[in-house]
């Protein structure tokens, strides 16, 4: 198969990384695991190449990773609501949780694309319609 090239901005590199890590934690599947690790070596090898290594950039990273960590947690506690049939208050609570924690996301994402400057090109995305 052929690989597949596709522009993106740092700050989706970035939360790509992010996502690829969490995914190949959770493998069980030796053959998954492998291939999320090579993926995630790839990006991880672009992102080193052409990624701004300064303090701020960092810091926006890490704020990128923390936010994911949110959503990825946020999400398994509503898919275990979800599972009860629990639509209570606490489900709400979550729900609410996970948009501001998606919204918190964008504007991490921004930030970064923003401190990344001209030359890389930030995600075009709706969320980024707003």
Known sequence: MNEILIPTGPAEL?????????????????VCHRVLMQRL????????????????????????????HDLIQLESD???????????????ALARAYLEAMDTLEHH??????HAGPGLEPDISPAADH
């Open 78 to 92: 509503l898919r275990i609501c979800e599972a009860r049939a629990d639509f209570d208050i606490a489900f709400v």
């Open 41 to 68: 070596n790839l990006m991880q090898r672009v992102a080193a190449r052409v990624l701004p290594q300064d303090q701020p950039f960092g810091q926006l990273r890490a704020a990128i990773v923390s936010a994911r």
């Open 109 to 114: 994402k921004r930030a970064l694309d923003d």
């Open 14 to 30: 970035v939360d790509q990384i992010t996502m690829a890590q969490h995914k190949a934690q959770a493998a069980t599947d030796p």
